[in-house]
DNA sequence: GTCTATATCATGATAGAC
DNA sequence: GTCTATCATGATATAGAC
């Protein structure tokens, strides 16, 4: 299933990914990933029958990465004000180390979404099921009354959008200062969690 | 300055917008952009040079629309919290308004960003008097101490980024019906305000 | 499996008649 | 200003030798 390291296959695989997700996919040309590749452009078709195949390798190899590792703590039993912070920290966890991703899907997502739709199909994707679990933990009281379509968007907004919008985030607030930016993703799973359950904490204080 | 309706010029514009919007700079084809417009591709470039002439009009038009409705609330006098409220209004209004602008900024946003950056300078867009603008606020104790920063994009997440990925969005969690993707959008601002206020307003009860 | 050479095609851009 | 016809380029993809 995998292609071993070393193997032309997988030289291939890596030099697409970089290509790809620096460019996109119809930013991305086949001379340049086998020049990165090393290799020439026939064997670029040799091994992927198209342009288009290589691309779908990719893109898949991307969500088989990330959405496991958040669906586990989805699926965990604690209680939601916690199951929401281990959320926010593995999805932080993940954006900082792959930041390029949410551009990459942001812009493939706004060409031809439906190899997204493909992929969501495969995975059995669907968030019912903690749409729900959130609602439980609002009639027990444990967090206030919303839609909890609405509260996973917010929280999911927050943490992936200043990733999908790095260039300008960058230039503009931090006037092109890489270790500020750095620091500043870096605060951000702490940042969310505080706001978030600021949020949604029960306050008796005020009942409007 | 502004092309007359009926005027082939105008009609490049506004087909090269539809196109462009909906295709992006390089998804585009100027064949298309001449079809919707009724006319010939050489005209395209009788009108405008290039293909990237006519992309940076199309792109500064968008921008020049939704920036000073922006920053005309920011500027205004009002305290800080009604200041965001009306931040909010004011811009889920324009992203409803034009729900796929989001998607083709993020677009090019990744493919290439030094068209936006360019924007950015020649608008002198600067945002750092209203990080200072929130700071006084929290230094008033109006609101809770946090980084402004991770506070303005906090707020500008949660307004943007449900526009930016509306394909996965309308497919994954509303199964692509229209009407009640569209009844979410218009539920965000009413969200967003409370979520923020409630994360925002200072709790004299828990003192961590 | 890997290469060189080439076919095939689509696109942005231009020349020149009207 | 608008059109038809065409160019020049660069892309994906394939054929065939080694």
Redesign the pocket.
């Known amino acids: 299933m995998v292609a071993k390291k070393d193997s032309?296959e997988y030289k291939i695989l890596e030099a697409a990914k970089n290509v790809f997700v620096a460019k996109g996919m119809e930013g991305?040309?086949?001379?340049e990933i086998a020049d990165e590749a090393g290799?020439?452009?026939?064997?670029l078709?040799?091994y992927f029958?198209?342009?288009?195949r290589l691309f779908e390798a990719i893109f898949s190899e991307i969500i088989k990465y990330a959405f496991p590792k958040l669906t586990k703590v989805l699926h965990s039993d604690s209680d939601i004000t916690s199951k929401i912070e281990q959320f926010v920290d593995a999805y932080l966890n993940i954006l900082i180390k792959h930041p390029f991703i949410p551009g990459f899907v942001m812009k493939e997502l706004n060409r031809d979404p439906s190899g997204l739709f493909k992929l969501v199909t495969k995975f059995g994707i669907d968030p019912q099921p903690v749409f729900k679990n959130i609602k439980e933990a609002m009639d027990k009281g444990e967090i206030v009354q919303m839609d909890p379509r609405h509260l996973a968007i917010n929280i999911i907004s927050m943490c992936v959008f200043p990733f999908a919008v790095r260039p300008i985030l960058s230039f503009v607030v931090f006037k092109d200062d890489k270790q500020a930016l750095e620091n500043f993703y870096a605060e951000r799973a702490e940042v969310i969690k505080k706001f978030v359950i600021n949020a949604i904490v029960v306050n008796n204080e005020e009942n409007e």
């Open positions: 032309t991305a040309r086949m001379q290799i020439n452009k026939a064997l078709h040799y029958r198209s342009k288009e």
